[in-house]
Structure formats: structure tokens, C-alpha cells
């Protein structure tokens, strides 16, 4: 049976301090608009101990799509979602919260706004943020190669990025506190890596 989680929406930061990593407990994960690594993406999220999910305006579009619920996500974790101008939920950064944010995946929107200091989304906000609080960020950039073939909703497309994507990825690696990957096993094994540091393990069940 899934576990009811309250509704994040009526969440607000406590106004806590920022400097006890010790404290922190939980993975903060960002979800963009992108299909692509998407279904993979999720499995590893729910794997992941102590999660809450942060959903940009076209994540929400995107994942049902995918058959991801917003409802349906929402009994399984705690979800934020992109509501508010000045993205309120980003404040729990500063509550002693959040050891590690993840973006993933990453539209090429988002990767550039990442990698040019932008935050006017839920994901990019909470990007900036977390570096600024050196906070752990790990990312999944979904255009890294000349050719990408992509899950559309109903068929496989072949996607071709253009230079000031690829250039935009590179960008985005010299970025203080983040790691950027480019598939599902190295998104793995990123966060096993940091489970591995912070002396935690994946949940043995997704449900």
C-alpha cells in the first residue's frame, strides 16, 4: 500500500539555517520537460531514500504523458511544483533539509540556463541555489552526442544537437558543486556514489 504524504503545496521553509550538512536528510530531485531518459530517471528516484520531487511548469506537462500522476506522485513522495514567481519551495534549501539535488532529466533549456547562472524555474532556482549553499548537484543532460535517439510518447525519434548544446553541456561541467552525466547507468552511479559518502542506501522497494 502507498504511503499518503501530506500535500507539499502547503509547505512553506521554516527560515531555518543553512550550514549543518549533517542535519540534512533528504535528496532534493528536479524533473524538467524532457521525455528523454525519463521512465529511467524516475525508477532511480524511487529508489532513492527520503525524496522530494520538484517539478518545473513542463515537467508537469510532460510526465503524465509518460503515465507519471501528478496525484500518483504525490502518494509516493513529497512534490513541489512551479507555482509561485519566485519559487518559495527553493527556500527549504535553507532549512537543513537537502543534501544532494538532482536535475533529471535536463532539457537542453534547462542545462543552459544552468550553465549561464539563469534560475526563472523551480529546477534552474533550486540549481542555483544549491551551488551557492554547496550543496551536491548532480545532473542529467539529455543532448551530450552528435546523434541522440529519444523515447517521444508514441515512437523513437533520432535527435541531432546542435554545437551550442554540446557547448552548453561542456559549460555546465565547470559549474562549482555539480556533476554533470550523460546517461542512466552513469546518473547510477553518480548517486550511489553519494549514497556511498553520505552512508546511506537504495531502498530495497520502490512502492
Known amino acids: 500500500m502507498l504511503r499518503q504524504i501530506p500535500d507539499s503545496d502547503e509547505l512553506h521553509p521554516t527560515g531555518g539555517t543553512a550550514g549543518d550538512f549533517h542535519r540534512r536528510s533528504r535528496f532534493a530531485w528536479a524533473v524538467t520537460g524532457s521525455g528523454h531518459y525519463l521512465t529511467e530517471c524516475m525508477e532511480l528516484a524511487f529508489r532513492l531514500?527520503?525524496?522530494?520531487?520538484?517539478l518545473s511548469a513542463a515537467a508537469e506537462e510532460v510526465l503524465p504523458l509518460y503515465d507519471y500522476r501528478i496525484d500518483a506522485l504525490k502518494a509516493?513522495?513529497?512534490?513541489?511544483?512551479?507555482?509561485t514567481a519566485s519559487s518559495v519551495?527553493?527556500?527549504?534549501?535553507?532549512?537543513?533539509?537537502?543534501?544532494?539535488?538532482?536535475?533529471?532529466?535536463?532539457?537542453?533549456?534547462?542545462?543552459?540556463?544552468?550553465?549561464?547562472?539563469?534560475?526563472?524555474?523551480?529546477?534552474?532556482?533550486?540549481?542555483?541555489?544549491?551551488?551557492?549553499?554547496?550543496?551536491?548537484g548532480i545532473?542529467?543532460?539529455?543532448?551530450?552526442?552528435?546523434?541522440?535517439?529519444?523515447?517521444?510518447?508514441?515512437?523513437?525519434?533520432?535527435?541531432?544537437p546542435r554545437n551550442i548544446e554540446l557547448q552548453n553541456v561542456e559549460r555546465?561541467?565547470?559549474?562549482?558543486?555539480?556533476?554533470?552525466?550523460?546517461?542512466?547507468?552513469?546518473?547510477q552511479e553518480a548517486l550511489q556514489a553519494r549514497l556511498d559518502e553520505l552512508g546511506l542506501a537504495w531502498n530495497t522497494s520502490s512502492s
Open 49 to 54: 531514500p527520503a525524496l522530494d520531487l520538484f
Open 89 to 136: 519551495p527553493v527556500g527549504m534549501l535553507y532549512d537543513d533539509i537537502y543534501h544532494t539535488v538532482v536535475v533529471a532529466p535536463a532539457t537542453s533549456n534547462t542545462v543552459a540556463k544552468c550553465a549561464f547562472g539563469i534560475s526563472d524555474t523551480l529546477p534552474t532556482n533550486i540549481f542555483a541555489q544549491a551551488g551557492k549553499l554547496e550543496i551536491p
Open 139 to 160: 545532473v542529467l543532460a539529455c543532448d551530450t552526442a552528435p546523434v541522440v535517439i529519444t523515447k517521444a510518447p508514441r515512437e523513437w525519434v533520432e535527435l541531432k
Open 76 to 83: 509516493r513522495c513529497r512534490v513541489f511544483r512551479d507555482k
Open 172 to 187: 555546465l561541467r565547470a559549474i562549482d558543486h555539480a556533476v554533470v552525466v550523460e546517461t542512466p547507468q552513469a546518473l
